[in-house]
């Protein structure tokens, strides 16, 4: 077995840039999906098809890029 | 690979599909945690999980000496096998575990140059086989802690001006617009950096395979940000593993000889009371250098 249909791609989730990737081993459908400037995967979807990984990852993926919170700089403390 | 400072602590795919068969070199997959591996893996290679095989949650630390040399001979290495470690998230957690495998006295340790995602892009063999080795009696040598650096070390140097912090997270982390990686659970109470560090983030050093740059594109990123070699550098990030990852390439692949990991990095920092941090934009090099001065 080995990794196919390797495809990499760059969008945005909650306001963030990511970097999906998706490919399939053997009969299971990865999709990875990492922040593009920091480069941590973020959530990792895998199911019998390529729609139902992608959808799983991108939920995951929503749910926790949501709660990132942003600081103002111009404020201490 | 050839002209890095030490060029023999990287191998390529080639070089691992040459040695799958090879008795005295062990393959190990090193990521957060097991599941990539169970997916498919490189034949041969065992799995470590840096969540509960490589870090005492307990402690919040490395493994103690005994629990490394349990790990080690359960994954039928001896004190002379070639250790190969590569992984997913751009090998971050193998670029831990060849730390590691340095603070414990493990010889010969190499790192796969682009880790998993360059042997998955590269479409070659995965097996979903869990090997089986016999067990060995590793006894590790004495922790050398010259290649890490705890807090007393990074507020000394704060103090005297006496090494390099280079900040390998991303430039949102460095100012502090964001405490962790989107996406990632807050470890620390607040954001921002250690006053003085450079930013230089991990993904810098490597190119879109996960490869490693060249010597000459990884000496003019990091001289560009005054970091050349001349006086020791601490690395760090968020909990020590992207700072493993820009520890290896100047320690190894430039071959800077004095440079430690801070593996409490930001969570630690970050949340020490009275600790002080930046936020904004790192100074140029020039105003830092006469300020140091």
Redesign the interface.
């Given at each position: 077995m080995r990794a196919e249909n390797w495809e990499r791609s760059q969008t945005e989730v909650a306001g963030w840039p990511v970097t999906v990737t998706a490919y399939r081993i053997g009969d299971k459908y990865i999709t990875e999906i990492a922040s593009t400037d920091s480069g941590a995967c973020v959530a990792r979807g895998i199911a019998e098809s390529a729609d139902e990984s992608r959808k799983g990852a991108f939920e995951t993926a929503s749910r926790r890029l949501e709660r990132t919170r942003h600081f103002d700089l111009t404020i201490g403390g | 690979m050839s002209n890095y400072s030490h060029p023999e602590v990287l191998v390529s795919t080639d070089w691992v599909q040459q040695n799958l068969d090879n008795p005295s070199v062990r393959l190990v997959e090193v990521d957060?945690e097991n599941?990539?591996y169970d997916?498919?893996h490189i034949r041969g290679a065992v799995a470590w999980s840096w969540q509960t095989q490589l870090s005492d949650r307990l402690r919040r630390d490395i493994i103690p000496r005994d629990e490394f040399e349990k790990l080690l001979s359960q994954s039928g290495i001896t004190p002379d096998t070639t250790v190969v470690l590569y992984g997913?998230?751009?090998n971050?957690f193998a670029a831990w575990a060849f730390w590691q495998l340095k603070i414990y006295g493990h010889r010969d340790v190499r790192l796969l140059n682009g880790g998993r995602?360059k042997w998955?892009?590269e479409?070659?063999?995965?097996?979903?086989e869990v090997p089986q080795y016999q067990p060995t009696n590793y006894k590790a040598k004495e922790p050398d802690f010259s290649i890490r650096a705890f807090l007393p070390e990074v507020q000394q140097a704060l103090r005297q001006h006496s090494a390099a912090l280079v900040d390998v997270?991303?430039?949102?982390?460095f100012?502090?617009?964001?405490?962790?990686?989107?996406?990632?659970p807050?470890t620390a109470q607040r954001?921002g950096h250690i006053p003085g560090a450079r930013s230089i983030?991990?993904?810098k050093a490597a190119n879109e395979d996960g490869t490693f740059k060249s010597l000459e594109e990884l000496r003019q990123l990091y001289a560009s940000e005054g970091i050349d070699g001349s006086k020791p550098v601490i690395t760090y990030c968020r909990i020590g593993e992207?700072s493993s990852h820009s520890w290896f390439v100047l320690k190894y692949l430039l071959g800077y000889k004095n440079v430690v990991n801070y593996d409490g990095s930001w969570t630690e920092w970050g949340s020490i009371v009275g600790a002080p941090i930046e936020?904004?934009a790192a100074k140029p090099v020039g105003e830092l250098v006469a300020h140091a001065g």
């Open positions: - | 957060v599941s990539a997916q498919g997913d998230n751009n971050w995602k998955l892009q479409g070659l063999e995965l097996t979903q997270r991303s430039p949102q982390e100012t502090g617009e964001i405490i962790a990686p989107p996406g990632l807050e954001p983030p991990w993904s992207r936020r904004g």
